[in-house]
C-alpha cells in the first residue's frame, strides 16, 4: 500500500495545480510536487485515480490489523472524494447533499424552519427589548466584545490553559509549536495551516468584532487539541513512525476534512467540559479581557443557545447552493435563523461560494464524532476515558461513515 500511497499524494498535488484550494498542506518530500508550471490534465488525474482504486481493491489488507483495515478503506475513499471533485472541476453539478456525501463521506440532515423556532422564542425571552431580535443579540454581545489591544493577550492565556490540558491527557512530539498571526479580508474567521515539523501557522481574522467565546474556541478549534494536535500526531504517528505518507498531503475538500473539523469542534468541549470552562472564563480571560466576570453565566446561556441554531446555516448553504435562494436571501436567512449580524452573514455566504457543501464538517461532523466518542464510553463522567477515545481517534485514517 505504500506505493499506492505515494501515487495518492502524487494525484493530489496534481490535482492542486487546477484547484489551489484543493492542497491545504505537504510536508512529504518536496520532490513529489510537480513543477509550477505543468499541469496534468483532469482527466489524465481521474483516470490514475482510478487506476488506483481497482490497485486498491485487488488488495485485502490483513485481517488482524484494524489500522491497515482503517487505511486502506480510506485510500480508497479519498481517491473517489477526488474522482468526485474533478468532475465538479470539469462542470458537472451536485445538489448540496450528493456533493457532501461524494465529497465528505456524509449528508446533513434536513432540518424545517419551525425546528429552529422553539430556540428562537428562547432567545426573544432571554434577550428582551426593543428592535429585531439580532439587533438585541448585537447590542448585548457589546459587553462581551474583546477589545482589540487585548486580543493577543486573550488569546495568548486561551492556548496556553488548552495546551496545558492537552498534555494532561496528550503526549506530543517534541517541538510541536505554531504563531498566530491577525489578517484581513478572508471569508473565514481562522485557520489553521500546518507547515510540518510539527508546526502550524494560526490566523485569526479581524475584520469582524470578536466575542470572548472566541478566545477559547478558536484555541481550541484551531490549536490545542484541534487542528494543529491532529496533524502533528498524524505526523508523528502515521507519516514518521509507519512511514504513511498519505498523512503528508491534506486534502480539503476530502473526507478527511470531516474528521478534522469534527475533531476541532468536540476538542474544544474534550479540554473544557462546561463547568471548567466557565470557572476558567470567570477566572482568567472575562478579566483580562476587561469584562465583568459576574455575566459569564448570562452570557453562556444565550450562546449555549445561539449554538442550536448552527444547522440553520446549513440550511441557508444547501437552499443557496442549489440555486433556490440568491445571496441576498440566504444572508437574510442566515440572520433571521442562525442569529448572525448582516455583516457576519455577507462573510458566511461568501465562505459558501469558496468552501461549498464544506460546512457540513463542522456541526455534522461534530456531532458524529462526538456520538462516536461517546459511544465507546468517553462522557463527561469519565473525562481520561474520553481523552483517550479522542485521542486515538485523531491517530487513526477513521471515515466519517466508519464513525456510525
Ligand atoms: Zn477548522
Known sequence: ????????????????????????????????????????????????????????????????????????????????????????????????????????????????????????????????????LIERYDAFRNAFQIPSDRLGRVFDL????????????????????????????????????????????????????????????????????????????????????RGWVEVSVYALFSPQSLIAEGTANYGIEVAFPEHERLAFERAVLFPAAGLDPSRVDEYYTVQKAVDKLSYAGNEAARRYLNGEIDRSAAADWLTAFAMMSPKRAEQRTRFFDEYRSYVVNYNLGKDLVKQYIESRGGTDQDPSRRWTEFVALLVSPRLPSGLR
Open 1 to 132: 500500500m505504500n506505493a499506492i500511497a505515494e501515487q495518492y499524494v502524487r494525484l493530489v498535488l496534481a490535482l492542486g495545480q487546477h484547484d489551489a484550494a484543493y492542497v491545504d498542506a505537504y510536508y512529504g518530500p518536496p520532490e513529489w510536487k510537480p513543477a509550477s508550471d505543468t499541469k496534468q490534465p483532469l482527466a489524465g488525474i481521474d483516470a490514475a485515480a482510478d487506476k488506483l482504486i481497482a490497485r486498491l481493491a485487488a488488495i485485502t489488507p490483513p485481517a488482524a490489523s484494524e489500522l491497515e483495515k482503517l487505511r486502506h478503506r480510506y485510500l480508497t475513499r479519498q481517491l473517489e472524494s477526488m474522482r468526485a471533485r474533478i468532475a465538479m472541476l470539469s462542470g458537472k453539478h451536485l445538489t448540496f447533499d450528493q456533493e457532501s456525501q461524494a465529497l465528505y463521506d456524509a449528508v446533513a440532515p434536513v432540518h424545517p424552519d419551525a425546528d429552529f423556532q422553539t430556540t428562537l422564542d428562547e432567545l426573544k425571552t432571554l434577550l428582551p427589548g426593543q428592535g429585531s
Open 158 to 241: 486561551a492556548i496556553a490553559e488548552c495546551r496545558s490540558r492537552t498534555l494532561e491527557h496528550a503526549s506530543l512530539p517534541p517541538g510541536e509549536s505554531f504563531t498566530v498571526e491577525y489578517v484581513r479580508n478572508k471569508s473565514w474567521s481562522g485557520y489553521n495551516w500546518y507547515q510540518g515539523h510539527y508546526r502550524s501557522l494560526i490566523q485569526v481574522n479581524v475584520d469582524l468584532p470578536i466575542y470572548i467565546d472566541r478566545a477559547i474556541d478558536l484555541a481550541g478549534h484551531e490549536g490545542y487539541p484541534g487542528h494543529h494536535v491532529y496533524n502533528a500526531l498524524l505526523e508523528k504517528h502515521l507519516m514518521r513512525d
